[in-house]
């Protein structure tokens, strides 16, 4: 069964950090571009930042560049999106998404709640 979980989400006042992680099983994590991809409140789907199968390439949302970073440990099989400086526009539910490198099959996780306020 395949199984995307993420966790790390919460409440925080504007400034400080959080990271998330997403746990992944089921499938061959090194076969697959991971992302993150989060919904604001009314809004639609925005990808924030992506990380290659080798965790060679990553690319970011221009929102958050330079605040956020995404990564991955495949001995853990998780990938990881440090985010720094937050802002209250980053509030979102935040999804953990895998893409095949090879057959562009996609999973996704069933989010977590990050809301920034002060």
């Known amino acids: 069964e395949v199984q995307l979980v993420e966790s790390g989400g919460g409440l925080v006042q504007p400034g400080v950090s959080l990271r998330l992680s997403c746990a992944a099983s089921?499938?061959?994590?090194?076969?697959?571009?991971m992302s993150w991809v989060r919904q604001a409140p009314g809004k639609g789907l925005e990808l924030v930042a992506r990380?290659?199968?080798?965790?060679?390439?990553?690319n970011y949302a221009n929102s958050v560049k330079g605040r956020f970073t995404i990564s991955r440990d495949i001995a853990k099989n998780t990938v990881y999106l440090q985010m720094n400086s937050l802002k209250p526009e980053d509030t979102a539910v935040y999804y953990c998404?895998?893409?095949?490198?090879?057959?562009?099959?996609?999973?996704w996780g069933q989010g977590t709640q990050v809301t920034v306020s002060s």
């Open positions: 089921g499938f061959t994590f090194t076969s697959y571009a």
């Open positions: 998404n895998a893409v095949s490198t090879w057959t562009s099959r996609a999973y």
């Open positions: 990380i290659g199968s080798t965790g060679g390439t990553t």
